[in-house]
């Protein structure tokens, strides 16, 4: 089916075009329209007006522990999977990375054949996995529930590596794993991440140095940034070739840190993430997580006793907050949102942009009130 998509501000992941229109054919970009250009509107199957909207790629999310109240961990099967989707479409998310936390490696194998049965399957926005654990630190754990950590599973290398999981993401403390775990990991095409860790600047700088290629929710779960110890927080701000994530909600880090963030890293090397839970898209504000209660309030997911554990943001409140309380240019923050994260997937031939060719993973949303009002993916369009 050929659709045209007219009057909208189309940011095409680079700049902003005005006077374009967009026309998507069999789940592609076919190609981008000027005013100047001579087409047949007749010819479209659909012709849909934005109204001045602006249309951007569909965010990717690497971080997404559950949404519209499931949990990945407790709902490992497609029918758990389309309903995480189904929640944060709706705030713009058209790529996600579902990922389990800390748990047992029946539970990881489980979860694992659920994402490939789902790849499988063309469930829309599943384009792989993350691994939250269960390989890191004590110390810094979080709300990863400490009976679960452990040395690396004697079959954890072929479970990661298995070929029908898409791509995958794992994230370790690199001072408790051996090296060679995350230089064969890498070799693989695994996208391995430092977070939960107290390791010092120079473990974390090792690590890089064998194929370590991000850091998972940066400042948060590691140690500060100290003047004789940078540790995590140093090395992944030092570091000029690796991406670090950023949970931009005003709860996991103070709005200056993360603008501090943003002057101090590398430009193109930040991902936004939600490291969203069950609330998400949900009725409900609470769930469990490992038999505890967790509420959302006013945006904040904790347990009863404070400890923050995961978070209520979406990424289109993300990118806003990015480009109210940052002061990052809106491009730039759709960009941190789409792009960069398709960039470290290695998926930036067919996500992040609106070029053609691409997948037709689209986004719109009001200029004044930035809500989403539509999403695509692969060229299916869903109103919201």
Known sequence: MAILLKNASVFDGETFLNGHMVEIAD??????????????QNAYDQVIDLEGQVLAPGFVDVQVNGGGGIMFNDQRNVEGLTEIVRGHRQYGSTTLMPTLITDSFEVMCEAADAIG????????????????GPYLSLKRRGVHAPEFLRQVDA???????RGDLGKVIVTVAPECVPKDFIANLSEKGVHVCAGHSAATYEQVGEALDVGLRGFTHLFNAMPPLANREPSVVGAGLDDP????????DGYHLHFASARIVVRAK???????VSDAMATVGAKEKHFNLYGETIHAVDGRCALEDGTLAGSDLDMMRAVELTHKELGVELG???RMAALYPAEFLQLDDQIGRITPGFDADLVAFGKDDMKVTQTWIKGEGEAH
Do not use: Y
Request: charge should be neutral; include cysteine.
């Open 332 to 334: 730039e923050a759709l």
């Open 117 to 132: 049965t789902a790849i499988k399957a063309g469930v829309p926005g599943v384009r792989g996995v993350h691994f939250e």
């Open 241 to 248: 070739n690796s991406w670090c994530g950023l949970i931009v």
């Open 155 to 161: 079959d954890a290398f072929d479970l990661f590596t």
């Open 266 to 272: 590398k430009q193109g090397k930040i991902m936004l």
């Open 27 to 40: 789940g592609k970009i076919v190609r981008l329209i000027s005013g100047s250009d001579q087409f047949d």
